[in-house]
């Protein structure tokens, strides 16, 4: 029997180039965006369906995974891929920002994992992997509100990695590091929040910043995003361990963390991502 896979965030990046990875492997895909009408050629390709979905929206949620499964009769895997990164640091956030950094981060996949979750019971079968990021291993300046999201959902995927043994659903996390998407142009906080006695370090740490993530140093360089979508591809198949980094920094990342102390590491950090 032909397998479904749900994926959000399926307009740009590794959303939508897994759901051409699924598909090309003969997968039934149901690829959620928040304006599909938007998308001009996933909709053309064979046993792709692709529906309206704000992960923020708990409705269009359920409208998306009722149309899913009314087309293709279940979900066997379901990527929580939408996302998007805070830039900033925190005391310059505003409420709106912490707020949409969670709603879409954290609660969106909450949100939809609770509407996949019967499907997956009543199948007794199913696999859930959530994209969290290098950020979700380690903290890093201006990224606080980003890094906590995707700590939040590591800790999610562990949690539900037992409690959903029962039902044999799989939970996989896959972090990548630096890759070339429209992530790259992150987010940044509102203007008006903006503290003048702030102005000199944030203006300095964000140049250091958003230098090291648009051009990671070398020899880790901005990675091809297919070399994720075949990495979750991967994790929904064949993997069978909770945790993947993709990318040369992301590996150095969680290498470094568990052969440095927690001061080495830090030390590290601040080393490469602080102004000098
Ligand atoms: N690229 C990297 O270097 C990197 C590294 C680590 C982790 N990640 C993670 O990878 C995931 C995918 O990001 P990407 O790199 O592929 O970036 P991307 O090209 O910007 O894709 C992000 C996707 O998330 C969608 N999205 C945002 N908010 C949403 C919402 N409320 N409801 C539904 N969809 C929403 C976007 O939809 P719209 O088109 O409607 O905005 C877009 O389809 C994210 O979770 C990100 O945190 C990326």
């Not at 440095?260 to 602080?274: H, I, N, Q, T």
């Amino acid at each position: 029997m032909r397998k479904t896979v749900l994926i959000t965030g399926a307009s740009s990046g590794f959303g939508k180039l897994s759901v051409k990875r699924f598909q090309k492997e003969g997968w039934n895909v149901i690829a959620t965006m928040r304006s599909p009408e938007k998308e001009k050629e996933l909709g053309q390709l064979s046993n792709v369906l692709v529906t309206q979905l704000d992960v923020t929206d708990k409705n269009s949620i359920k409208d998306a995974v009722a149309l899913g499964t009314n087309r293709f009769g279940r979900i066997d895997v379901l990527v929580n891929n939408a996302g998007y990164g805070a830039f900033g640091l925190l005391e310059e956030a505003s409420q709106e920002e912490i707020d949409n950094q969670f709603n879409t981060n954290l609660f969106g996949v909450i949100n939809v994992t609770q509407e996949v979750l019967p499907v997956m019971r009543r199948q007794n079968a199913g696999v859930i992997v959530n994209i969290t990021s290098i950020g979700g291993l380690v903290g890093m300046p201006m990224l606080s509100l980003y890094s906590a999201s995707k700590f939040a959902v590591e800790g999610l995927s562990e949690s539900l990695s037992h409690e959903l043994k029962k039902f044999n659903i799989k939970v996989r996390t896959v972090s990548p590091g630096s890759f070339a998407t429209n992530f790259s142009g992150a987010h940044t906080f509102n203007e008006e929040n903006k503290k003048p006695d702030l102005n000199e370090y944030r203006e300095r740490i964000k140049e250091n910043l958003v230098s090291v993530l648009k051009e990671p140093p070398k020899p880790f360089g901005l990675g091809d995003p297919q070399e994720v979508a075949d990495v979750i591809y991967h994790c929904a198949t064949k993997t069978k361990k909770l945790r993947t980094t993709v990318g040369k920094d992301a590996k150095t990342v969680k290498f470094m963390k568990r052969i440095l102390s927690d001061r080495g590491l830090s030390k590290m950090l601040s080393g490469a991502l602080l102004p000098k």
